[in-house]
């Protein structure tokens, strides 16, 4: 009667990721997008020097998980990027309305991610605008794009 449970047991530590490393297009796609991002953020912090410019820094992984892990709030509620896709990005997220499964953020454990420039511009758009009431500077898509690079 022991043994299910044992086994069961044991499942939960074998499980292995069906995917441990970001795939080539993967990569060519977010070095694209860092290429573009960098140029737009050289002029943004240029034309915005002195009135709210994010940064003249190279993107960091730091200030991307820090993007992502903000809270903002919106009408007396908390929203954040990990709210709906987990403070981890290795791990499957839920939709805050639908409760629908999202796949993980990590091109390292979900190869679906960044394949497509134009769909990763449009998820910016779209998710900027929900959280930020605005689209995110270059900056901030560059260091959040570096985090999930760092992310294994």
Request: hydrophobic share 35%; glycine share 6%; with cysteine.
């Amino acid at each position: 009667m022991k043994k299910p449970y044992f086994l069961l047991a044991l499942a939960g530590f074998v499980t292995v990721p069906v995917h441990a490393e970001i795939t080539t297009q993967q990569s060519e796609v977010m070095n694209k997008l860092l290429a573009t991002y960098t140029e737009k953020a050289k002029v943004e912090f240029k034309e915005e020097k002195g009135r709210g410019a994010i940064s003249d820094k190279p993107f960091s992984a730091g200030a991307g998980r820090e993007f992502y892990l903000v809270r903002r709030t919106w009408q007396s509620k908390d929203f954040t990027c990990s709210g709906c896709h987990t403070e981890d990005p290795k791990k499957e997220g839920k939709h805050i309305q639908t409760k629908s499964p999202i796949m993980p953020l990590a091109p390292a454990v979900n190869p679906e991610r960044f394949i497509n420039v134009q769909k990763v511009e449009k998820n910016f758009t779209d998710h900027c605008m929900d959280l930020h009431d605005r689209d995110c500077s270059a900056y901030e898509k560059g260091s959040f794009i570096t985090y999930l690079k760092s992310v294994k």
